[in-house]
Every structure is written in structure tokens, then in C-alpha cells.
């Protein structure tokens, strides 16, 4: 018998509702810095070899691939405009980011998918 049953003379509780919650996480952004080192191989002709970066943190990145996807989502696949973009990437994930910066983002995206011809450069918005 629990203290509380005992006290008012009633019976051990018993489990009248469960529910469970999905939850997200708690947004948080993180800063990825890269580095890119050379080196001066003097039996070779080229005098800067460079490594590779990883896939996803090239040096001509400004953005991490999980936010460039966000926001093309946001931007393309909803049709939403560049501010209402800025303000669902502050409400989903808490990160600030530029007009500019997202206007990047889609310009690479664009890039990439007409490099990999997956829409025809040609083709007018719609």
C-alpha cells in the first residue's frame, strides 16, 4: 500500500492513462571549420599539393550539407520566399542566417543540378 493510499484509506493506484511524446531535439548549430594543407614536393612538377577535403566540407562551402538541404527544402519545395525561408530556418534550428546567404545556397543547389543534368538550363522558373 502507498503512503498516499494508506493515509486516505484508499487502494494502491493503478494505471489509468500512458501516452507517449515524440519530441525533436533542442535545435542547436555547430561551426564546422576546415583545414587545407599543402605541401611542396620537390620530385614532383606540382608545387602545391593539395589535400582532398572530405565530401561535404569543401573549401568552396560556406554551409554544411544538412543546412543547404534544409534550406533548399524551404526555398524550393515549399515555394517559400527568402525571408519566410530566413524565419523557418530560426524557428526550426535556431540558426541566423542571411538572405544572402540562403540566395548562396540555391544558387549552388542550381549549380549542382545543372552540372549533374537534372534540370535543363534553359527552363524557365515556373
Known amino acids: 500500500m502507498s503512503e498516499l493510499s494508506g493515509r486516505f484509506g484508499g487502494e494502491t493506484g493503478r494505471l489509468v492513462k500512458m501516452n507517449q511524446i ?4 533542442e535545435a542547436k548549430a555547430e561551426v ?3 583545414r587545407q594543407y599543402g605541401s611542396h614536393l620537390p620530385l614532383l612538377s606540382s608545387k602545391n599539393k593539395l589535400s582532398t577535403s ?5 573549401m568552396d562551402r560556406s554551409f554544411g550539407s544538412r543546412l543547404e538541404s534544409d534550406s533548399g527544402v524551404l526555398s524550393a519545395r515549399t515555394a517559400y520566399e527568402l525571408p519566410r525561408t530566413q524565419k523557418a530556418l530560426l ?3 535556431g540558426v541566423e542566417i542571411s538572405q544572402g546567404g540562403i540566395d548562396q545556397i540555391m544558387q549552388r543547389a542550381g549549380a549542382y543540378a545543372i552540372q549533374k543534368n537534372r534540370i535543363d538550363p534553359g527552363r524557365s522558373a515556373a
Open 91 to 93: 524557428n526550426l534550428h
Open 54 to 58: 572530405p565530401a561535404g566540407l569543401e
Open 22 to 25: 515524440t519530441e525533436l531535439p
Open 32 to 34: 564546422i571549420e576546415v
